[in-house]
Each structure stands twice: as C-alpha cells, then as structure tokens.
C-alpha cells in the first residue's frame, strides 16, 4: 500500500511541474508585456472608462478600491520600515 502512494505521489509531482511549466507560457511571457508596451493608452482610457462608469453605478466600490489601496500601501510600509530597522 505504501508503495502505491508513493508512486502516484511522484506522478501527482510530475503532474504538477508539467502544468506549472505550461501556465508560466502564458503568465510570464514577453508578448503580455509587449502587448501594454504598445497599447499603452488603450489600456489606460480602458481603465479611466471603467472608473467612470463604476462611479456612476457603484460609488461604494469606489471607496473599497481606494480603502484596500490605502492599506497594502501602509503595510508595505510598515514591511519596508520592519526591514530597515533589522539591517
């Protein structure tokens, strides 16, 4: 029985390593930078005009947005600071 779980332990790794070798073409490949490089300001008005519209029908999401924002931002802060003093 052990040994059962053991190979399909070392299948399930092998598995896992061939599906994150597949998901890295897609994540960290040069065209999904080349693709913002170029379309630059598409991609900002994009952005401007989803605000807008949420400002519109959802001001509350709006504030969430800006809440969530506010408080990565004090804890990389704080994370920054953290690793200041340790040095």
Known sequence: MDN???VENELLKQRVNELE???KKYTNGNNHRNYYEKNK???KEKGS???KKLKEENP???KEYAKRAYLK???KLKKENGE????
């Not at 200041?84 to 040095?87: E, H, L, S, V």
């Open 60 to 62: 509350d999401k709006i």
């Open 84 to 87: 200041i003093q340790n040095i």
């Open 21 to 23: 070798e597949k998901l």
């Open 41 to 43: 300001e598409i991609v």
């Open 73 to 75: 931002k004090k804890e």
């Open 4 to 6: 059962n779980l053991v």
């Open 49 to 51: 005009m989803y605000l």
